[in-house]
């Protein structure tokens, strides 16, 4: 799997003191993408994924892409797309600026992983909120990965 980090410069603006450099980050995403197990209901295995483009964005593009895919006309924080089916070719678009007002950076993070596993193919039946998060199934997953990437970045930051 390639992954590539576009317009790392917004999420910096919106995040400054992040302990960690775009190649950093993108390593310990792309070990997390690896090391994902598919033991539930995905369609898609991460093995068949050609390409991830992660896209930091301004909460007015994000909200294009919101209104013209999903006909919601708001700004959110991630939006995930399939670009290509073959080769498998998807991208994730993420609002730093939205995400900052209310987040710290760990949110840039779920928000990531959380457009990952919609380009698996995981759907949730509610919003993220904390008694879902143990207990719908993508969420769970959501967390575990998480988890793992924190303990990763927390391993080299000290």
Partial sequence: MTLNIHNWTKLQKYFPKINLGKEELKEILLKAFNNYKEETRSTVSPSEIDT??????????????????????????????TIEQEPLIGEIYICPEYISEKYSFEEVLRDILHGFLHLLGYEHVGHFSE????????????????????????????
Avoid: W
Avoid at 52 to 70: A, D, M, P, Q, W
């Fill in 52 to 81: 991830v483009n992660i896209i930091f964005t301004s909460s007015g593009e994000i909200k294009r892409l919101n209104r013209e895919y999903r006909k919601k006309d708001s700004v959110t924080d991630v939006l995930s797309f």
């Fill in 131 to 158: 008694p879902l998060k143990s207990k719908e199934e993508m969420f769970v997953k959501q967390e575990d990965m998480l988890q793992n990437i924190l303990d990763e970045i927390n391993n080299r930051v000290r």
